[in-house]
Nanobody
Framework: QVQLVESGGGLVQAGDSLRLSCAASGGTFRNYAMGWFRQAPGKEREFVAAIRWSRSSSGYADFVKGRFTISRDNAKSTVYLQMNSLRPEDTAVYYC?????????????????WGQGTQVTVSS
C-alpha cells in the first residue's frame, strides 16, 4: 500500500514563498507520475501540477504557470511543489497524488493514491 505524506504548508503573506514536500512509501515511486491538487473551502478539488517519472515532462494549471514549480527526487521518493509569489486565492488544502499508470494528467480520477493534505493560507 502506497502512503503519501505532505508537509511544508503554513500561513504566509501575499508575495511569499513556500515549498511543499510529499514523501512516498510502500510502492515503486520512481515509476509513478505524481501530481499536486488543491481544494479551497466550498470548491472542488482542482489540478495544480504534475510530473512524470522521468522528470522531463511536467504540466501546470494556467493559474500557477510561472509561479509554481513541481520537481521530484526519485532517490528520496519525494515530490516537491515550490510556490512563489503566493496570492490569497492560493489558500487551500494541497494534496499530492500518485498515478501508477504514469500519465501525469490533470484528472483527479486518474490518480490511485492520495495524501492527507497540508493547509496553505496566504494573507493579504
Amino acid at each position: 500500500q502506497v502512503q503519501l505524506v505532505e508537509s511544508g504548508g503554513g500561513l504566509v503573506q501575499a508575495g511569499d514563498s513556500l515549498r511543499l514536500s510529499c514523501a512516498a512509501s510502500g510502492g515503486t515511486f520512481r515509476n509513478y507520475a505524481m501530481g499536486w491538487f488543491r481544494q479551497a473551502p466550498g470548491k472542488e478539488r482542482e489540478f495544480v501540477a504534475a510530473i512524470r517519472w522521468s522528470r522531463s515532462s511536467s504540466g501546470y494549471a494556467d493559474f500557477v504557470k510561472g509561479r509554481f514549480t513541481i520537481s521530484r527526487d526519485n532517490a528520496k521518493s519525494t515530490v516537491y511543489l515550490q510556490m512563489n509569489s503566493l496570492r490569497p486565492e492560493d489558500t487551500a488544502v494541497y494534496y499530492c497524488a500518485a498515478d501508477r499508470k504514469g500519465f501525469a494528467t490533470d484528472d483527479t480520477n486518474a490518480y490511485d493514491y492520495w495524501g492527507q493534505g497540508t493547509q496553505v493560507t496566504v494573507s493579504s
